[in-house]
């Protein structure tokens, strides 16, 4: 009903939405069904979403570390505003990368990875959010240390059918 309301009284912002999946081993039989309903009545309406991110409360040692973790990466994403001599990300770029419609993905790479393939995989299984098994990718941000990481060659690890952001 939320949503609803906000796409009928705000039809032109943008309304991205973060649903926390449930840990399995640690939740009862209510909580994991409460969480099937949910997805379903999100996969209802989902005309009236942009952007949407399971945070998976079974990818950490506890709920505190999950949801810093989790915040970090959000805030990261909303803030990959930068200005370099390969290319400058800005409001507009940040705003197609973090509200396209579909499913968003965050994924932090660590320094001193031995190559970007690697480094990607890494990623994957270390992100708090859940992930799709396969999806197409429209638009590509790319932030990182320009000492750890060419973006060229992280920007060829990824199918984007729109472009790709780099700084």
Known sequence: MILQTLRRTCPHKKINVVAVLPNPEESDD??????LECCAELAKIDDLL?????????????YDEINIRAV???????SINGK?????IDDGDSKRVNTDKGYGCILRLKDREPSPSIAIDNAVKDTIFALPDSYDCNYLGVS????????EDLKH?????????MT
């Open 30 to 35: 209510i909580s994991l069904q409460n969480s």
């Open 50 to 62: 942009d952007d949407i991110k399971f945070i998976d409360n079974s990818k950490g040692n506890n």
């Open 72 to 78: 970090n990466d959000l805030h990261d994403a909303f």
């Open 84 to 88: 370099h001599k390969i290319g400058n």
């Open 144 to 151: 990182v240390k320009e000492e750890e990481y060419n973006v």
């Open 157 to 165: 690890e990824f199918s984007v059918e729109e472009t790709t952001y």
